[in-house]
């Protein structure tokens, strides 16, 4: 087994223990956007090791956190509603509701800032993923259609590896029409970004 793996199965196992330290008192500095982001990492950190009472607990922290906020973005990229979703979403998934997390994980896209280009570029991505794992096939083509929209201008390594993961996901399904579709232009995408 490669480092990559246990690097990653070591980070998912700690990811709660980290988050931990990101708890009241810890960041007295810290404003309401910065805390919901920290408890919605925590929300996700705690479903990934089956914590599901803490891991809603925690969302919910988020989004209190989240509504004493002001309209004012504390920074590029600051915390928002399609990042609370997105954590949301995380959860779901994780916690089995993989249809939920699907219809989440739309909602937290359609409020994307339109300059957010690279998170809409691994929401689409993970939207893709998850369509395709309860069946909905033609939906994860549209949804990696528009991932291909984002990711023909764009240069990502996680892009890269969204691109790999549709590639490898929709060779079994050959037969549908979408699929070819979408096998054609990410050919056609693949050959641009040589």
């Known amino acids: 087994m490669t480092v990559r793996p246990h690097a990653s199965a070591l980070i998912d196992r ?5 988050a931990r330290t990101f708890l009241p008192g810890s960041a007295p ?16 950190g705690a479903a990934m090791v089956g914590d599901k009472r803490q891991a809603f607990a925690r969302l919910r922290e988020a989004e209190e956190a989240l509504s004493r906020a002001d309209d004012r973005r ?6 928002d509603r399609a990042g609370y979703l997105f954590h949301v979403a995380h959860v779901q998934n994780e916690t089995k509701d993989v249809a939920g997390s699907t219809r989440t994980l739309r909602e937290s896209i359609r409020m994307q800032p339109a300059h957010e280009r690279q998170g809409r570029l691994h929401a689409y991505g993970l939207l893709a993923q998850r369509q395709l794992s309860i069946g909905h096939v033609e939906a994860a083509c549209e949804t990696w259609q528009r991932f291909l ?3 023909e201008c764009l240069s990502s390594a996680r892009g890269d590896e969204h691109f790999e993961v549709m590639n ?3 060779r079994p399904h050959g037969n549908v029409r979408a699929v070819r579709t979408l096998r054609e232009r990410a050919q056609l995408v ?5």
């Not at 500095?29 to 996700?44: D, M, S, T």
């Not at 693949?190 to 040589?194: E, I, P, S, V, Y």
Request: hydrophobic share 40%.
């Open 168 to 170: 490898l996901r929709l």
């Open 29 to 44: 500095v810290a404003g309401p956007r910065l805390i919901a982001f920290l408890r919605g990492q925590q929300a996700h």
């Open 74 to 79: 504390e920074s590029v990229g600051g915390y």
């Open 149 to 151: 929209d984002e990711y």
């Open 190 to 194: 693949g050959a641009l970004k040589g």
């Open 14 to 18: 700690l990811s709660p223990v980290f």
